[in-house]
């Protein structure tokens, strides 16, 4: 069992920027990839970006890039997501996610294995 907890959402105005913190606890060393996903109501959980916990590769979603970095401390068993020039579009429940088999970062959310309670990230126009 791997246990996700997810913190720094907020209310923050476009332009604006917000970095989301995810501590793993329990067997963390079996999270190949961690991945950042976020639902806006009415809407399907999409993938926003994801990193290879052991060599650091990373990927983003098209509409993110340039935008948003992910990064990890591994003595911390903690993923960020540092975001900048935050969009009204943007707002959403973010949630981090742990995928256990494979080391190839996949979109599809469906391939992860444990999630966060997720955090609310609100950006006003």
């Known amino acids: 069992q791997v246990q996700l907890v997810e913190s720094g959402g907020g209310l923050v105005q476009s332009g604006g920027s917000l970095r989301l913190s995810c501590a793993a606890s329990g067997r963390t060393f079996s999270s190949n990839v961690m991945g950042w996903f976020r639902q806006a109501p009415g809407k399907e959980r999409e993938f926003v970006a994801g990193?290879?916990?052991?060599?650091?590769?990373?990927d983003y979603a098209d509409f993110v890039k340039g935008r948003f970095t992910i990064s990890r401390d591994n003595a911390e068993n903690t993923v960020y997501l540092q975001m900048n020039s935050l969009k009204p579009e943007d707002t959403a429940v973010y949630y981090c996610?742990?995928?256990?088999?494979?080391?190839?970062?996949?979109?599809?959310?469906?391939?992860?294995?444990?999630w966060g309670q997720g955090t609310q990230v609100t950006v006003s126009p």
């Open positions: 990193i290879n916990w052991s060599v650091g590769i990373t």
């Open positions: 996610a742990v995928k256990t088999l494979g080391r190839m970062i996949r979109v599809d959310y469906r391939s992860y294995d444990y």
